[in-house]
């Protein structure tokens, strides 16, 4: 592209933040696709809500060549990441709960969850995307079928159930 480095870093601390960058842009990108595949289609049945937000991000991050790299190859995860660059990351996990949140309060307000407070359930959720990192740790082929099992204990659990 022809950028001279002291261009480069004028803008960026390393490349460790430029990538950082486009995975923040893409994600603000599918934010919309992924409400609207998920909390916003079952905004009545928190559920299927959950399973659905759930695999729809495991599809994106299969599918999609950045959050790939990040979740799966994490090639740029191993790359030392600058000061910034860790406030950004803790940044970018705060606004994907606050994204959800609002959701989660709904439902709690209309009693449809457990007796939890709904930021700890939107965290749970959250959290569970967290085991994406330890795929190439898990037996081939397995990791699909641990994520259902994850995605439909939390959905099925974190649901009032009607007794």
Not at 2 to 10: L, N, R
Not at 29 to 56: C, G, H, Q, V, W
Not at 76 to 97: A, G, H, P, R, T
Request: net charge negative.
């Amino acid at each position: 592209m022809g950028i001279a480095k002291s261009s480069f870093y004028s803008f960026f601390e390393s490349k460790e933040d430029l990538f950082l960058q486009i995975f923040k842009e893409e994600q603000e990108a599918l934010r919309d696709s992924i409400l609207e595949n998920s909390f916003l289609k079952y905004r009545t049945e928190p559920d299927k809500a959950i399973r659905a937000y759930l695999r729809y991000i495991l599809h994106i991050v299969d599918n999609h060549p950045i959050w790939r790299k990040v979740f799966i190859e994490r090639e740029q995860l191993e790359l030392k990441i600058s000061q910034s660059s860790e406030e950004e990351i803790k940044k970018i996990c705060s606004d994907n709960v606050a994204t959800i949140l609002p959701f989660f309060e709904e439902w709690a307000a209309a009693g449809l969850l457990i007796d939890k407070p709904a930021r700890i359930l939107a965290e749970t959720i959250q959290a569970v995307l967290s085991l994406i990192h330890f795929r190439n740790e898990i037996e081939a082929g397995d990791f699909p079928e641990i994520m259902e099992v994850f995605i439909d204990l939390l959905a099925e659990n974190i649901v009032k159930r009607s007794d």
